[in-house]
């Protein structure tokens, strides 16, 4: 009797295989499995994308209770080790007196171990949009990879690439400015990133901190600046509480384009003396 039944996947589909990452879980496939490694025999990355460690506290108290739950990534230097990833486990483990740490060791090249470290920090959420930025930037200018090539390793789409790049033109003086008035989102650091010189870079960011600029509002002027448009349509001011408590957003728009601290404190004032003066 002749067999009808086809066993296996439908003609129709076809198995998707992603190469990058395919050729990752061999590489780790093909090298030694987690080792425990002598802590003073592992150094720093000098390609590290992440400038800050920010707090370690919190991490140190982890490691201490429960251990290193996801062993850090190493390569060979001679008889020492280099971290591609990890760094903070592996400072946060020395600051508490830990002798020995996990480790995968990795025989990898100066550009795949720092796409490692990248891709590593970006799925744990560690970088923030400059260390992002000049990651992905120093792939383009020392290891000669192109846009496409990062969208195609970190799954993102060229156009988002190329926006993120164009943030590491953000001179120091301005990001420390960001950062310090806890500018961090990308799409308003894009916007900045657009402007040509320092000067308009710099009115922007000013606009930004003193009128609480959202999204939109940040996107018209600077296309102001940029001389796309002659005028914006209103001049807006934004106010949002910086304690915990906070429960309400301040929003109030102009109806003509420039509007000055003395104009805007004279509204507040005679919206406060009206509601005073109002009975309910």
């Known amino acids: 009797m002749q067999r009808t039944k086809k066993t296996g996947l439908p003609d129709s589909l076809v198995m998707r295989h992603d190469n990058h990452f395919v050729e990752l879980i061999s590489a780790r496939a093909r090298g030694p499995q987690i080792r425990m490694i002598a802590i003073d025999r592992i150094d720093p990355s000098p390609q590290q994308a992440r400038t800050e460690l920010g707090n370690m506290k919190e991490l140190m108290a982890s490691i201490k209770a429960k251990g290193i739950l996801e062993p850090i990534l190493v390569r060979p230097k001679g008889n020492r080790y280099e971290i591609i990833a990890g760094e903070r486990r592996c400072i946060a483990a020395k600051r508490i007196g830990l002798a020995d740490i996990p480790c995968i060791e990795m025989d990898v090249k100066d550009n795949e171990a720092m796409e490692?470290?990248?891709?590593?920090?970006?799925?744990?959420?560690d970088l923030?949009?400059?260390?992002?930025a000049d990651g992905l930037k120093s792939l383009i200018e020392v290891y000669e990879y192109s846009h496409n090539d990062i969208s195609e390793k970190l799954c993102k789409?060229?156009?988002?690439i190329t926006e993120i790049v164009n943030i590491s033109k953000i001179p120091k003086n301005i990001r420390d400015l960001c950062?310090?008035?806890?500018?961090?989102?990308?799409?308003?650091l894009i916007e900045i990133s657009k402007l040509k010189s320092e000067e308009d870079m710099l009115r922007l960011v000013k606009e930004i901190i003193e009128r609480g600029l959202k999204r939109e509002d940040t996107r018209e002027l600077s296309k102001k600046i940029k001389g796309k448009i002659k005028k914006i349509k209103r001049f807006v001011?934004?106010?949002?509480?910086?304690h915990d408590d906070d429960y309400y957003n301040l929003r109030i728009e102009f109806k003509k384009e420039s509007v000055s601290k003395d104009e805007i404190i004279r509204i507040l004032e005679e919206i406060i003396k009206k509601l005073k003066s109002q009975k309910i």
């Open 157 to 160: 789409a060229r156009s988002t």
């Open 116 to 125: 490692l470290a990248l891709i590593e920090n970006l799925q744990r959420k």
């Open 179 to 188: 950062k310090e008035h806890d500018i961090h989102s990308r799409t308003t």
């Open 237 to 242: 001011y934004n106010y949002s509480p910086k």
């Open 128 to 132: 923030d949009v400059f260390e992002e």
